[in-house]
């Protein structure tokens, strides 16, 4: 696979959205990237951002070990979130709530 993220040895995998108690799913994320990266050690996470839950996903990282391997963005302009999912070689949307977002129509229009 050609890498476009240059984070770390592997693949990155990329997530956009607000860290809210309605969007929790992006701890789960951090929790699934963790046994990929069982597998796959070279794996990079990019979480982009922000909310009231970015502490408990920062002590999640931290708990799990991920300190190299994940990094959170903070909220980005458009177009800063924009290349960002461009870099991306993977994009996650952990949600059960949305049925085709406008993020998921970017990722796919920026051929991730």
Request: cysteine-free; proline content about 4%; overall charge negative.
């Amino acid at each position: 696979m050609e890498r476009r993220l240059d984070l770390g040895k592997g693949p990155g995998v990329h997530h956009r959205g607000g860290f809210h108690r309605s969007s929790e799913r992006s701890l789960g994320l951090v929790e699934a990237f963790a046994l990929a990266q069982q597998s796959e050690p070279g794996l990079s996470l990019v979480l982009v951002g922000d909310g009231p839950l970015r502490g408990e996903i920062e002590a999640s990282i931290a708990g799990l070990g991920l300190r190299d391997s994940v990094r959170l963005t903070g909220a980005l302009a458009e177009e800063a979130a924009l290349a960002a999912i461009a870099r991306a070689d993977i994009f996650a949307l952990p949600s059960f709530m949305e049925g085709i977002p406008l993020v998921l129509m970017e990722a796919m229009a920026l051929g991730v």
